[in-house]
């Protein structure tokens, strides 16, 4: 059997080209993930793990931009910032969101 990382194949080798979509089949399913009420939404620090609520974070609004802040190692776990033409959001170092949907 012929060892992947040795024979120089690449993610591309594993993924059939009849499953590939391009970026816009997403659109339906995060306009269902941001347009909930985030006021039920969860976060995972990405530091020590810690999950609460996002309405429990601390929130820096005068950053450049927004910053949550892990509750419990104060490690930023959400940075929101809104440009002229766009959003940029970051879920820095392994943070993640869970929104729950109906
Ligand atoms: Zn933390």
Not at 35 to 45: H, K, M, N
Not at 58 to 82: E, K
Request: aromatic share 6%; proline share 10%; with cysteine.
């Amino acid at each position: 059997m012929t060892d992947p990382a040795t024979a120089g194949l690449g993610w591309q080798d594993y993924l059939p080209d009849d499953r590939r979509l391009d970026g816009n089949a997403l659109a339906g399913p995060l306009s269902m993930l941001f347009v909930p009420d985030t006021a039920l939404a969860a976060g995972r620090c990405g530091h020590c793990g810690h999950r609460d609520l996002l309405a429990r974070a601390p929130l820096y609004g005068d950053a450049p931009g927004h910053v949550l802040r892990c509750g419990i190692c104060t490690h930023p776990t959400l940075r929101l910032v809104a440009a002229p033409d766009r959003f940029w959001l970051d879920l820095p170092g392994g943070s993640a969101l869970s929104i729950p949907h109906t």
